[in-house]
T-cell receptor
Framework: AQSVTQLDSQVPVFEEAPVELRCNYS??????LFWYVQYPNQGLQLLLK??????LVKGINGFEAEFNKSQTSFHLRKPSVHISDTAEYFC?????????????FGDGTTLTVKP | DGGITQSPKYLFRKEGQNVTLSCEQN?????MYWYRQDPGQGLRLIYY???????QKGDIAEGYSVSREKKESFPLTVTSAQKNPTAFYLC???????????????FGDGTRLSIL
């Protein structure tokens, strides 16, 4: 079994400030890790993914995330946010190296960027 | 462009009525999923299917039914047994081809269901 915990349900931040959205996971097997973004009344879009290799992964819209195996974390960061980054963000894990394709999602973090 | 189409975008259900949400994909994906999204609760898996004519219950299947008669289509019926159906419903799909198991799920734009 696997689980995902997003440590902050809401993160308010001012425009052009840095932001970190925290995600911890638990799994007894290797996993792939994903961050998705959801704008109001829309589906989820992939921001970035960690599969293997380099622990720092870069995604769209200037976001990046760092995989930390010892701390079982996959925190999402952006050095300078824009108003348009206001959205809900989901961390997800999928069991690696298998076609059993179910994903487990965190409860989401609402990022609000203020002018 | 390939993608997932959910319809309708908004749906209203009367007491005792069954309603069906449509999900169609042209990505040639093997697996399809239905999620329910409530505020502050993330995504909860209702049903999923990895092959035509086969599907499995997710975490909250009670009050819902699905079918998978074609690879492209995975409709969800919200039955009258689902006493609290008001939510945002998301359909997703994913390839299960060997060598592509690390690919993410693709999502539709959702259907918002409300009670009249």
């Amino acid at each position: 079994a696997q689980s995902v915990t997003q440590l902050d349900s809401q993160v308010p931040v001012f425009e052009e400030a840095p932001v970190e959205l925290r995600c911890n996971y638990s799994s007894s097997v290797s996993v792939y890790l994903f961050w998705y973004v959801q704008y109001p009344n829309q589906g989820l879009q992939l921001l970035l993914k960690y599969l293997s290799g380099s622990t720092l992964v870069k995604g769209i819209n200037g976001f990046e995330a760092e995989f930390n195996k010892s701390q079982t974390s996959f925190h999402l960061r952006k050095p300078s946010v824009h108003i348009s980054d206001t959205a809900e963000y989901f961390c997800a894990v999928t069991r690696a190296n298998t076609n059993a394709g179910k994903s487990t999602f965190g409860d989401g973090t609402t990022l609000t960027v203020k002018p | 462009d390939g993608g997932i189409t959910q319809s309708p975008k908004y749906l209203f259900r009367k007491e005792g009525q069954n309603v069906t949400l449509s999900c169609e994909q042209n990505l040639n994906h093997d697996a399809m999923y239905w999620y329910r999204q409530d505020p502050g609760q993330g995504l909860r898996l209702i049903y999923y299917s990895q092959i035509v004519n086969d599907f499995q219950k997710g975490d909250i299947a009670e009050g819902y039914s699905v079918s998978r008669e074609k690879k492209e289509s995975f409709p969800l019926t919200v039955t009258s047994a689902q006493k609290n159906p008001t939510a945002f419903y998301l359909c997703a799909s994913r390839t299960l081809q060997r060598g592509l198991w690390n690919q993410p799920q693709h999502f539709g734009d959702g259907t918002r269901l409300s009670i009249l």
